[in-house]
């Protein structure tokens, strides 16, 4: 089974994917981005799901400090899809997917798969 980190501040969002995905992952919550890096550091995840507008440290932020602590692919998922920094995120390839708020169920399931592969690439390079 998958491991999947997901951080959002909104307690009602955590709590609805952990309902609908418990059944294709091993869930781990994060409700802020510190939450969320400590995880990280202690545990190997094949994917992060990350909202994008968390106050205190923004998903961008997250996603400058994740990559310090271990190698991940990150899914965005944000309802500010033409935010510039989104377009920069994505145009700059630091989040391997971006999808917008609310998401598809079988979509996210579909995208995580894929960015487990590429977690598996960044840590096991050929």
Request: charged content about 25%; glycine content about 4%.
């Amino acid at each position: 089974m998958l491991r999947v980190l997901v951080v959002d501040d909104e307690m009602p969002n955590l709590k609805t994917f952990q309902r609908v995905y418990r059944k294709h992952y091993d869930i781990q919550l994060a409700d802020t981005g510190e939450a969320g890096l400590q995880l990280l550091s202690e545990q190997e995840f094949d994917a992060v799901v990350l909202d994008f507008g968390m106050p205190v440290m923004s998903g961008a932020e997250f996603i400058d400090k994740a990559q310090r602590v271990r190698p991940v692919a990150i899914v965005m998922v944000t309802g500010y899809m033409t935010h510039p920094d989104v377009i920069e995120l994505e145009a700059s390839q630091r989040i391997f997917a971006l999808l917008g708020k609310p998401w598809d169920r079988q979509a996210l399931i579909d995208v995580v798969a894929r960015a487990s592969e590429h977690t598996r690439a960044l840590r096991d390079p050929p």
